[in-house]
């Protein structure tokens, strides 16, 4: 059974940066998509980016492309997402989740994920 923890959440000011950290436990991440997503009171759960394999993406949900990077470390069973130029409106509570299956239509990182992290609180604000 996977399980997910993210960090690196935390407060950074406007225009700051911060890296969130997905560390899988109980099985390698080798084969599976992950995908991060963003979550604010009052609206809907969002696909930020999503990465897949062999070589599917990364994908980025449009308010963050050109500012969010997503990588991975196998050898650290790790999943990352660099966050640059945080806008207040990129607060909320980011989860990462993942699954063997690919996830991406419509032009967007979709919620058809199995396994899913705790979230981690990213708060921008001056």
């Known amino acids: 059974q996977m399980q997910l923890v993210e960090s690196g959440g935390g407060l950074v000011q406007p225009g700051g940066s911060l890296r969130l950290s997905c560390t899988a436990s109980?099985?390698?991440?080798?084969?599976?998509?992950v995908a991060w997503f963003r979550q604010t009171p009052g609206k809907e759960r969002e696909g930020v980016s999503c990465?897949?394999?062999?070589?599917?993406?990364?994908n980025y949900a449009d308010s963050v492309k050109g500012r969010f990077t997503t990588s991975r470390d196998d050898a650290k069973n790790t999943v990352y997402l660099q966050m640059n130029s945080l806008k207040p409106e990129d607060t909320g509570v980011y989860y990462c989740?993942?699954?063997?299956?690919?996830?991406?239509?419509?032009?967007?990182?979709?919620?058809?994920?199995?396994?899913w992290g705790q979230g981690t609180q990213v708060t921008v604000s001056s």
């Open positions: 990465i897949g394999r062999p070589n599917y993406g990364p």
């Open positions: 989740a993942a699954d063997m299956a690919w996830a991406y239509y419509g032009g967007k990182c979709q919620k058809d994920y199995n396994y």
């Open positions: 109980g099985t390698s991440l080798d084969f599976y998509s």
